[in-house]
């Protein structure tokens, strides 16, 4: 019987856990209690691991407050810095466009 209580206290120690790292409570504490508390905090660490690796490209640095930001936000979550396109997604067009403004204009700025 206390076996049967401290395989529910891990497995709630990882389901906690779990949601301290952003992830599903009782998914991991079924996890553990399935197949064992032991198995549940490993994949709890080596999913966690896998998590922090930020895929590239898909985060920036905003160049207004230097915080990391989504690569397709359009303004700055932390100082509301409208962020400009990358030249990766944009095909080239707006430094001719600029220029071809700028001559039709006469303004040599
Ligand atoms: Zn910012």
């Not at 032991?38 to 930020?54: D, P, R």
Request: glycine share 8%; proline share 5%.
């Amino acid at each position: 019987m206390i076996y049967l209580i401290i395989w529910i206290v891990l497995c709630i120690l990882i389901g906690s856990l779990a949601s301290s790292k952003g992830r599903s409570f009782f998914g991991y504490f079924l996890l553990s209690a399935i197949l064992s508390p032991l198995i549940g905090l490993l994949i709890l660490l080596v999913s966690g691991e896998a998590q922090q690796k930020v895929p590239p490209g898909s985060q920036k640095k905003c160049p207004a407050c230097a915080e990391m930001i989504k690569a397709e936000a359009l303004v700055c979550k932390h100082c509301g810095h409208h962020q400009e396109k990358t030249s990766e997604e944009l095909p080239g067009h707006s430094e001719n466009e600029y220029s071809e403004v700028k001559s039709k204009s006469g303004l040599d700025l």
